[in-house]
């Protein structure tokens, strides 16, 4: 993958945001476009090694449109300004727990876990952290974790909720709305040559907090 050419368009549509720059450029975009769909797939096989869920995916299924949802947003350009891939047992379209690159000028990450999950598989994963509190602790302060990650990020609730006492040892977990790993990525870290190896690493750490995820939503 040119990430120097992806991070060139980005750049470029930022300051550009409007349908004659672009339509001006789509053959550049489409040229990128095709290039991420393969990089999409070599991640796919990648980690296909350590996650069976994620070997069974189709890159087209992975990827974003570059086209904005504006109908509710005051904000009326038309694209978005970034590149994303979603690797999870659905696809992007994954309720669940999954793996997550982000690709923007100086605001690239690598990510995982759980995003904002229905109140449902919420409910389900603050009582497997009760239940499992000493397997998830140890998943969230193993050095491998802490070292890519530094601690567990999400929004939280202000106060336990209901069915959880303040006083509850797994309580700043129970809070959560969201289950995230994050690692923050540089320009520079993306045009490392061995880009492709780190971001593998670093998926493949955020696997034990997944498959804990998982468990619990799935019941």
Request: aromatic share 14%; net charge positive.
């Amino acid at each position: 993958m040119d990430f120097k050419a992806l991070l060139t368009f980005l750049k470029n549509l930022e300051l550009n945001n409007n349908k004659e720059w672009f339509n001006d450029n789509r053959k550049t975009y489409e040229d990128i476009r095709k290039n991420w769909l393969a990089f999409t797939a070599e991640a796919i096989g990648l980690m296909g090694n350590f996650d069976k869920d994620v070997a069974q995916l189709e890159p087209k299924n992975c990827i974003f449109r570059i086209n904005r949802d504006v109908r509710f947003s005051k904000d009326k350009s038309p694209y978005k300004t970034n590149f994303g891939m979603s690797l999870s047992k659905g696809g992007k379209r994954d309720d669940f727990c999954g793996y997550y690159l982000h690709i923007q000028p100086e605001a690239s990450f690598i990510a995982g876990g759980s995003y904002m999950p229905m109140p449902e598989k919420l409910a389900a994963i603050r009582q497997e952290i009760d239940y499992n509190a000493k397997e998830f602790v140890n998943i969230v302060s193993y050095k491998t974790f802490k070292n890519n990650f530094g601690k567990l990020s999400g929004e939280g609730l202000k106060r336990p909720p209901k069915g959880y006492e303040a006083d509850n040892p797994m309580i700043q977990f129970i809070k959560n709305k969201s289950f995230i790993a994050e690692y923050k990525l540089s320009d520079k870290d993306l045009l490392a040559p061995n880009f492709s190896t780190k971001m593998v690493e670093v998926f493949k750490s955020i696997t034990p907090l997944n498959d804990f995820l998982y468990r619990a939503m799935e019941g």
